[in-house]
């Protein structure tokens, strides 16, 4: 049985690769042929203006290829041959190496899975090409099944039940069928409202959430028409003098730009900031921790999406279980009434947004470094936070606030249940 899978992989492997080489060998045709089109037009509407102007001028047809002005007529003559060289070559051309090409556009139009074959594959390749575009050139060479393919099959999966006649009703009434219609039974007994506390310190640590955008992201919302300008200001490139007291962070440019961005939107010093990091790959959140002496706080800052890996974090989205590890702060905190921990067991398995929860899994391990129920006879060092608020530490006794906005408000949610 398990030769017989390995097998089923290796074919569907085959299947795939041989899937792409046929699709890019169209793909390039198809552009070859755009090209001989475009060109084509250009030199016939070109040719039909001179003839026009010819006509205007009294001339006839015959003379307007072989008049007197022999060196007007010379390159008219060249101007025609090449026209006809170009359109008889490129004609010759298609219809020797197209029979693969014309194969391929009718197994679609027999074939609806076809199809999205067609648009996984179109939107894998433009995902590939804009991504070298802005620098990222370790995904062009991908061939095998990554996460770019994964984000391209969704999106062709979407595009092909629109192309099918679909309309916006329709396609938000499909999506709310895959949601699942059972309720919360803790959630369905009476309307929780947020404590007033609860939004007053929303409100005074949401600041730290929007500092978290050091790229140009926040101040082209901002300002719009002066956005490079004030972004290279808060980048701290006008006070160089500076960059000896900024932090060090993971990724962060040669003059840490990142770290002076963070630092002057929150408007606080430079040795609050303990630790973070700015560039990642995907499935990584960047992030930022901030220890508040004066409101005896950590604060945990995470970054939405404003990087090309954040997007395809973003796409990630296939269901994903929720481990014990993941629900650990519901399950054993002392803070919630046990008819909570009842209702989190009873109803397992719990399912995410996949990119989602690989990220908060991947912060969590990077900021604590262990699995909560990793054997406790182990030999093991202490994670970041727990040697920051640990019993005795700098920060003992302190509050814990994590933050973020839209993909690292989703990441930050889940680090707090697995972590609080």
């Not at 006839?60 to 002005?69: A, M, P, R, V």
């Not at 014309?102 to 995902?127: K, N, P």
């Not at 999506?175 to 409100?203: C, G, H």
């Amino acid at each position: 049985a398990a030769g017989a899978i390995g097998a089923h992989v290796d074919s569907d492997r085959d299947l795939r690769h041989l899937s792409r080489l046929r699709y890019n060998r169209w793909l390039w045709w198809a552009r070859f042929g755009m090209v001989i089109t475009v060109l084509q037009f250009v030199l016939a509407l070109y040719l039909m203006c001179i003839i026009v102007k010819d006509f205007s001028s009294g001339k006839s047809l015959k003379e307007c290829f072989s008049g007197h002005d022999k060196d007007v007529n010379d390159w008219k003559n060249i101007l025609l041959m090449i026209f006809l060289v170009v359109m008889w070559v490129g004609t010759i051309v298609q219809c020797a190496t197209g029979s693969d090409v014309l194969r391929w556009r009718s197994f679609y139009a027999t074939h609806d899975i076809a199809w999205r074959a067609h648009y996984r594959e179109v939107f894998d390749h433009g995902i590939r090409e804009v991504l070298c575009c802005l620098g990222r050139v370790k995904y062009s060479s991908v061939l095998e099944d990554d996460d770019i393919c994964v984000v391209a099959k969704l999106l062709g999966d979407i595009m092909a039940y629109r192309a099918s006649g679909t309309g916006h009703l329709e396609l938000i009434a499909g999506f709310s069928l895959l949601q699942k219609s059972k309720m919360s039974t803790v959630l369905s007994r009476e309307q929780v409202e947020a404590p007033p506390d609860l939004i007053q310190e929303a409100i005074l640590f949401h600041p730290f959430a929007e500092a978290a955008y050091t790229g140009p992201l926040l101040d082209f919302g901002r300002n719009p028409l002066m956005f490079p300008c004030v972004w290279l200001n808060r980048q701290g490139i006008l006070t160089p003098w500076t960059r000896a007291r900024r932090p060090i962070l993971e990724g962060d440019n040669w003059w840490r730009g990142h770290a002076a961005a963070f630092l002057k939107y929150v408007n606080v010093p430079p040795e609050v900031l303990r630790k973070g990091r700015v560039s990642q790959t995907k499935r990584e959140a960047a992030y930022f921790v901030i220890v508040l002496h004066n409101l005896r706080t950590v604060v945990i800052a995470i970054r939405g999406t404003e990087t090309p890996e954040d997007v395809i974090t973003d796409g990630l989205c296939r269901e994903c279980s929720l481990t014990m590890d993941d629900l650990d702060g519901l399950i054993n905190s002392d803070q919630l009434p046990p008819q909570v921990k009842e209702a989190v067991l009873s109803s397992f398995p719990h399912y995410g947004h996949a990119g989602i929860i690989e990220s908060a899994r991947e912060l969590y391990t990077k900021l604590e470094g262990q699995s909560i129920h990793q054997d406790k006879s182990e030999l093991m060092t202490a994670g970041f936070l727990s040697s920051l608020l640990g019993a005795g530490c700098e920060c003992d006794g302190y509050n814990i606030e994590i933050v973020g906005h839209s993909l690292g408000g989703a990441v930050a949610a889940l680090l707090g249940i697995r972590a609080i």
